[in-house]
């Protein structure tokens, strides 16, 4: 089995889970101000997020083009209440909801805390 457990780095891990726990409905795991795990409802891992800087990282050093060159992309079962909560959130909103003509998925794009891209895709029309 391969799997990836991706880790951002953000500047306030913190306001950062609360974020994406607002958003996702994902569970904090560890909690703190340097690094937290963020799991489903299934205790699998969907997300870390590393304070910039701490712990010496050589990638986590530099917030300069944070974000750049990276999609963070969640399937989800249900996009409607994952879009509602983004509205809610006053998510700073990329793409409302519309099919993807190359996945053939639902989808919309936001941004993070961090200026991170985010899609939310879902292979159901809700």
């Known amino acids: 089995m391969i799997r990836t ?22 569970i904090s795991k560890h909690g703190g101000t340097t690094f937290e ?20 990282h050589p990638t986590l050093i530099n917030s300069k083009n944070s974000g750049n060159g990276l999609i963070l992309y969640f399937l989800v079962d249900s996009i409607t209440p994952i879009w509602e909560n983004a509205i809610a959130m006053n998510a700073q909103i990329e793409s409302e909801p519309k099919i993807n003509p190359n996945s053939r998925r639902l989808e919309f794009s936001i ?16």
């Not at 880790?7 to 726990?21: G, H, L, M, P, T």
């Not at 941004?111 to 809700?126: F, G, H």
Request: proline share 2%; net charge negative; with cysteine.
């Open 5 to 26: 457990e991706p880790i951002i780095a953000v500047a306030n891990v913190e306001k950062s889970s609360e974020f994406y726990q607002k958003l996702l409905g994902c």
């Open 111 to 126: 941004r993070d805390l961090d200026n991170y891209y985010i899609s939310v895709c879902s292979e159901k029309t809700d």
């Open 37 to 56: 795990i963020l799991t489903d409802e299934n205790d699998e891992h969907i997300l870390s997020l590393h304070k910039w800087g701490a712990h010496e």
